[in-house]
């Protein structure tokens, strides 16, 4: 199985840059997916890595190294609407439709 | 507003009911899924439909069963569930290809009295 591990909760302030660390051990890695949920509502996709290096999208960015099996997801000029839950998941070679999740982190956004 | 749509968004039934959840989706994605989410907790797979054919079942009790009539169309068909079953329940679709990003509908949110 796969064993991913992400902080349960983070608060940051209004405009402030808040990282979110996700680390995984796990055979035959390809690929992580960064996901945003907010309560009640459905996940939606904000980035995928599967090479190591940098993946930047307006104010969110997302890191992967996969010698060291870690990612992160950056969030920057936060907003209030940021808070939310934020899930990795990643996938392995075995299976291409199977995403095992992390237990998520759920950020707060203070005025 | 998702693009997978689902439906009901809320459903209450007593453990001898019969149901059906349904999910929807036009982007022309060939996999399907679905997923339990317990509060506080991240999805859980359930099932995959890959071009319509039942890819990846996660050892459901068979009080859960997926129907998958056409590339649009997903189904789960409820039957004598218990109440630890209430839950969240997700369906998502996304383009063959793993690379591709799965996309979620809101869910259903379900309770079993």
């Known amino acids: 199985g796969q064993n991913i591990d992400q902080p349960t909760e983070m608060t940051a302030t209004e405009g402030a840059i808040v990282q979110i660390n996700c680390t995984y051990q796990?055979?035959?890695?390809?690929?992580l997916f960064w996901y945003q949920q907010h309560a009640g509502e459905a996940p939606t996709f904000l980035s995928y890595?599967?090479?190591?290096g940098l993946e930047e999208k307006g104010r969110f960015s997302s890191f992967l190294s996969r010698s060291k099996g870690y990612s992160y997801l950056l969030l920057k000029e936060l907003q209030m609407k940021d808070s939310a839950s934020y899930l990795c998941?990643?996938?392995?070679?075995?299976?291409?439709?199977?995403?095992?999740f992390g237990a998520g982190t759920t950020v707060t956004v203070r005025a | 507003d998702t693009e997978v749509t689902q439906t009901p968004k809320h459903l209450v039934m007593g453990m001898t009911n019969k149901k059906s959840l349904k999910c929807e989706q036009h982007?022309?994605?060939?996999?399907m899924y679905w997923y339990k989410q317990k509060a506080k907790k991240p999805p859980e797979l359930m099932f995959v439909?890959?071009?319509?054919?039942?890819?990846i079942n996660e050892s459901v009790p068979s009080r859960f069963s997926p129907e998958c009539p056409n590339s649009s169309l997903l189904n789960l068909h409820l039957h004598a569930l218990q109440p630890e079953d209430s839950a969240l329940y997700l369906c998502?679709?996304?383009?063959?290809?793993?690379?591709?990003?799965?996309?979620f509908g809101d869910g259903t949110r379900l309770s079993i009295l």
């Open positions: 998502a679709s996304s383009q063959a290809d793993g690379n591709q990003p799965q996309h």
């Open positions: 796990t055979s035959g890695f390809n690929g």
């Open positions: 890595n599967v090479l190591d």
């Open positions: 998941a990643v996938r392995v070679l075995s299976n291409d439709y199977k995403l095992s």
């Open positions: 982007m022309g994605h060939r996999a």
């Open positions: 439909y890959s071009y319509e054919k039942l890819s």
